[in-house]
């Protein structure tokens, strides 16, 4: 079945730095990745999707890089500010099957 | 505008009490999702539908149960709930099951006495 990781508990960043959280997952027939962010108290907010035919997507200030061959994952926030501090989970899933989480890295901002 | 709505936001029950948790929808989603997620943990899915069509994981317990009566309504029962039953119980929807986001809800913090 698919697992899935993230590399650091905890990442800590300046405000205005660039920050990077990276994600691993284990099935190659994982067909659509997902980034939440999750602040205190509430629930799991969409970030950005990417399905598998694709190796790169971009949102506002964030940006998804797909690598299929090591099966890695990461998502990339400009500028990052104060109220991006949270708790940020990775999710795959292959079409049909449960989405997976991964554990979740907590992205700390000081200004 | 909330879109998927959970009550209460805090639920405190005795052990062994049962206990409903409720969630409803705006968005005319097709699939309705309950996670447990424990402190610095991972959602954890338990179960969901697929309009009327039931869904459970393998490893939820039988002391969950689940009802949706209808497309905006979708119900969490903890028949007899234990210690390890308290957690945060999220509802999340999705337009359909494959390759679709999960919209989630603030979830119900669930204690138990």
């Known amino acids: 079945g698919e697992s899935v990781g993230l590399h650091l508990p905890t990442l800590s960043v300046q405000e205005g730095d660039n920050s990077i959280i990276n994600c691993a997952y284990s099935n190659s027939a994982s067909d659509y990745f997902i980034w939440y962010k999750q602040e205190s108290g509430k629930g799991p907010q969409f970030i950005i999707d990417?399905?598998?035919?694709?190796d790169k997507r971009q949102g506002q200030r964030v940006t998804v890089l797909l690598n299929k061959t090591v099966k890695h994952l990461s998502l990339q926030i400009a500028a990052t500010q104060p109220g991006d501090s949270a708790v940020y989970f990775c999710a795959a899933n292959q079409a049909g099957t449960a989405l997976i989480f991964g554990k979740g890295t907590t992205l700390s901002v000081s200004s | 505008d909330a879109m998927v709505i959970q009550n209460p936001r805090y639920q405190v029950t005795q052990f062994g009490k049962p206990v409903t948790l409720s969630c409803s929808q705006t968005?005319?989603?097709?699939?309705m999702y309950w996670y447990q997620q424990k402190s610095s943990q991972a959602p954890k899915l338990l179960f969901h539908y697929y309009d009327k069509d039931f869904n459970n994981e393998a490893d939820t317990p039988d002391n969950f149960q689940s009802r949706r009566p209808n497309t905006s309504f979708c119900f969490l029962d903890i028949r007899s709930p234990g210690l390890g039953d308290a957690a945060m119980y999220l509802c999340?929807?999705?337009?359909?099951?494959?390759?679709?986001?999960?919209?989630f809800g603030d979830g119900t913090r669930l204690s138990i006495l």
């Open positions: 999340a929807t999705s337009r359909d099951d494959t390759n679709q986001p999960q919209h």
């Open positions: 968005l005319n989603h097709n699939v």
């Open positions: 990417i399905r598998s035919n694709m």
